[in-house]
């Protein structure tokens, strides 16, 4: 029997709220007080990590110079302070080394870490147990335990205070990264690793064209959290870089405050800031790679 034009819209408008209402009364009542906890913890967590970045926002508007204020709103805003970072372009300086290093390291980091994943996933030979583990053993040594070490090196090969020094040093893989790539190459179907050696395929070209181009998504996630890394690197950046002109961010926003008799706390907050614009273009860019990344491996099926 065919449905009046009229009846059809009447359901149809009635069905969203008839879905609601059939929801509401399955929820039983303790699944309904589990549900407003939840929201209330998910709110306190957000205010908790708000309330400190919204600080950092007035302090970079504050011309007093004061990190921490007990108002909300500052009462005499200006640019002052973005002003003062502005001059002289030390700053620009900053943020292009920073970029130098960060897409340099984050892009070699990247590609070393796949060529690792690859053959400890992939390919089959003598010590491949031993040194996944070892790596995993060596992860967990605290990175200051090395300064000593890659400082009297640089030193003797004269080659401290150089961006391209820093950049060496900051090229050693994270073995997490390994694990964490090998993982997802050990997801991808063994038969188009066998289709390939049928058809005639080096293990180079194995990787190249068949390996890698499936591993975009967890690539981009390890690109994007070395290049978070690089940015808020400051330990072995302030050790081997000692030139204004060669300074990070990390380095040259950490001077702003360490004078002995004035800390630009304005200055710094606002430098605070847009340092992050870099990372939220990128971000914004990889943001469809990143949710594959992040989310791969948790579906199984």
Same mark, same amino acid.
């Given at each position: 029997?065919?449905?009046?034009?009229?009846?059809?819209?009447?359901?149809?408008?009635?069905?969203?709220?008839?879905?609601?209402?059939?929801?509401?009364?399955? @929820?039983?009542?303790?699944?309904?007080?589990?549900?407003?906890?939840?929201?209330?913890?998910?709110?306190?967590?957000?205010?908790?990590?708000? *309330?400190?970045?919204?600080?950092?926002?007035?302090?970079?508007?504050?011309?007093?110079?004061?990190?921490?204020?007990?108002?909300?709103?500052?009462?005499?805003?200006?640019?002052?302070?973005?002003?003062?970072?502005?001059?002289?372009?030390?700053?620009?300086?900053?943020?292009?080394?920073?970029?130098?290093?960060?897409?340099?390291?984050?892009?070699?980091?990247?590609?070393?870490?796949?060529?690792?994943?690859?053959?400890?996933?992939?390919?089959?030979?003598?010590?491949?147990?031993?040194?996944?583990?070892?790596?995993?053993? *060596?992860?967990?040594?605290?990175?200051?335990?090395?300064?000593?070490?890659?400082?009297?090196?640089?030193?003797?090969?004269?080659?401290?205070?150089?961006?391209?020094?820093?950049?060496?040093?900051?090229?050693?893989?994270?073995?997490?990264?390994?694990?964490?790539?090998?993982?997802?190459?050990?997801?991808?179907?063994?038969?188009?690793?066998?289709?390939?050696?049928?058809?005639?395929?080096?293990?180079?070209?194995?990787? @190249?064209?068949?390996?890698?181009?499936?591993?975009?998504? @967890?690539?981009?996630?390890?690109?994007?959290?070395?290049?978070?890394?690089?940015?808020?690197?400051?330990?072995?950046?302030?050790?081997?870089?000692?030139?204004?002109?060669?300074?990070?961010?990390?380095?040259?926003?950490?001077?702003?405050?360490?004078?002995?008799?004035?800390?630009?706390?304005?200055?710094?907050?606002?430098?605070?800031?847009?340092?992050?614009?870099? *990372?939220?273009?990128?971000?914004?860019?990889?943001?469809?790679?990143?949710?594959?990344?992040?989310?791969?491996?948790?579906?199984?099926?």
């Amino acid at each position: 029997m065919a449905i009046s034009s009229q009846s059809f819209s009447t359901l149809k408008s009635q069905h969203p709220i008839a879905s609601r209402s059939r929801r509401r009364r399955s @929820m039983r009542p303790g699944e309904r007080v589990a549900l407003w906890v939840s929201r209330i913890v998910i709110w306190c967590v957000i205010v908790m990590v708000l *309330l400190p970045m919204w600080f950092v926002v007035i302090a970079s508007f504050n011309p007093s110079n004061s990190y921490i204020s007990f108002s909300l709103f500052p009462s005499n805003a200006s640019l002052a302070n973005y002003k003062a970072l502005f001059q002289g372009g030390q700053f620009w300086t900053w943020v292009r080394n920073s970029l130098v290093v960060g897409v340099v390291v984050a892009v070699a980091q990247s590609f070393i870490t796949a060529m690792s994943a690859f053959a400890f996933s992939k390919l089959r030979f003598y010590g491949r147990k031993y040194g996944l583990m070892t790596l995993l053993l *060596l992860q967990m040594f605290p990175n200051i335990l090395a300064i000593a070490a890659f400082y009297t090196a640089l030193a003797k090969l004269n080659m401290i205070d150089m961006l391209g020094s820093y950049i060496l040093v900051m090229l050693g893989t994270s073995a997490f990264n390994i694990w964490l790539l090998k993982g997802y190459m050990d997801s991808i179907p063994r038969e188009l690793d066998e289709a390939a050696v049928i058809d005639g395929a080096t293990t180079w070209q194995r990787f @190249m064209h068949v390996t890698l181009p499936l591993s975009t998504p @967890m690539m981009v996630v390890i690109f994007f959290l070395t290049l978070v890394g690089i940015f808020s690197e400051y330990m072995f950046a302030g050790t081997i870089l000692q030139s204004p002109w060669n300074y990070t961010l990390g380095v040259g926003m950490y001077n702003l405050i360490s004078g002995q008799f004035a800390k630009n706390w304005g200055e710094f907050a606002a430098a605070a800031l847009l340092s992050a614009v870099p *990372l939220a273009i990128v971000f914004a860019v990889a943001q469809r790679y990143l949710t594959k990344g992040l989310v791969a491996g948790s579906v199984k099926g």
